[in-house]
């Protein structure tokens, strides 16, 4: 699946949202950045498990997780660097944790956070990460058997977009559901898409990329007063923009989107979002002020975010090429 920069400046605009809400405590609905990377994550792991199955018949689930891992895990295993040394330095505001029940953690948090819960406070950010890994763990399984037929593919699709509807109207009536909605409803776009592309439908709209991201930004200001609605409308723009953005022309970039520093947070988004929680809870815990956690979030944050993506994500994600490779090499021996 070609790279997207437009997708990249949108993966900025989500964690800007969510750092701007955990340091200054604003925007007001910081929630919605959540919102938006979990309909990015379900229409790109989708819009990748759709693209193999077309070209493969099948979901190589080994080397799926394997990716999953390589991508994930190495910034995780920083993060649990950094709560020890937390810890050390904070031992009466962060408690005591082993790097194993920090993994456990990163399964269930979500489980925790949903029951009002939280072992592991500094650490309760990664609730995030346990709603898709917990889609991983299902999903790929799920694809690989039901969209081998493509007839079958857009009740499928149909079917996750009830889904989403069915835990939106229960989190409005407060039930206590996990919140997959954004996750379900960024799949269903990308089967529906590969549908549409298929049957050679007209796909654009580029002025729609920008009105979507305009509303995504005014929204996280006014969303707070409307409850769990404001979920709701952040998931649509979010597939009113990701759709924009993806079916206009991949190699269109569009203005805002694409420039280099909402481009650049887009890069180290997945490390700015797991290293700036646990230094902000911390001085949050230490009766700092709002303007004093921003700085100590941008001075300690976005190095550490930018040394994780340069020496850490990126040297673990060309281990999958060279896995691939080695896979390669070793099937066609076998084949001889």
């Not at 031992?91 to 956070?113: D, E, K, M, Q």
């Not at 956690?293 to 090429?321: C, N, Q, W, Y």
Request: hydrophobic share 50%; with cysteine; net charge positive.
């Amino acid at each position: 699946m070609q790279r997207n920069d437009n997708l990249d400046g949108m993966r900025g605009i989500a964690v800007l949202i969510v750092f701007l809400y955990h340091t200054l405590g604003k925007p007001a609905a910081g929630n919605l950045g959540v919102d938006v990377f979990f309909v990015l994550s379900g229409y790109l792991i989708t819009s990748k498990l759709i693209e193999e199955i077309d070209a493969t018949g099948t979901v190589d689930i080994f080397r799926f997780y394997l990716n999953r891992c390589l991508r994930l895990l190495p910034a995780f295993f920083v993060m649990c660097v950094l709560y020890e040394g937390l810890h050390y330095c904070f031992p009466g505001i962060v408690s005591s944790a082993r790097p194993i029940s920090l993994l456990a953690f990163l399964f269930t948090s979500n489980i925790y956070w949903m029951n009002g819960l939280q072992p592991f406070p500094v650490a309760s950010h990664t609730w995030t990460l346990a709603t898709e890994w917990q889609f991983y763990l299902v999903w790929p399984f799920i694809a690989a058997f039901v969209m081998r037929r493509r007839e079958h593919r857009l009740p499928v699709a149909l079917l996750l977009a009830a889904c989403a509807l069915a835990l939106v109207i229960a989190e409005l009536h407060e039930a206590k559901v996990p919140k997959y909605e954004g996750i379900l409803i960024g799949s269903s776009m990308a089967i529906m898409l590969s549908v549409a592309r298929r049957e050679n439908l007209p796909l654009r709209g580029a002025p729609l990329a920008l009105a979507s991201t305009i509303g995504i930004v005014a929204w996280s200001f006014i969303g707070s007063k409307f409850g769990e609605k404001s979920s709701l409308v952040a998931v649509a723009l979010s597939v009113g923009a990701i759709y924009a953005m993806t079916n206009s022309g991949s190699e269109k970039a569009i203005p805002l989107l694409s420039g280099h520093v909402l481009k650049y947070f887009g890069k180290i988004s997945y490390g700015l979002y797991i290293y700036h929680f646990p230094i902000v809870a911390v001085a949050y815990v230490a009766g700092m002020s709002p303007v004093r956690m921003f700085i100590i979030g941008v001075a300690v944050t976005i190095p550490l975010a930018d040394f994780s993506f340069r020496f850490i994500e990126a040297p673990a994600l060309k281990l999958r090429s060279v896995f691939h490779r080695t896979k390669h090499s070793t099937s066609a021996a076998a084949a001889r």
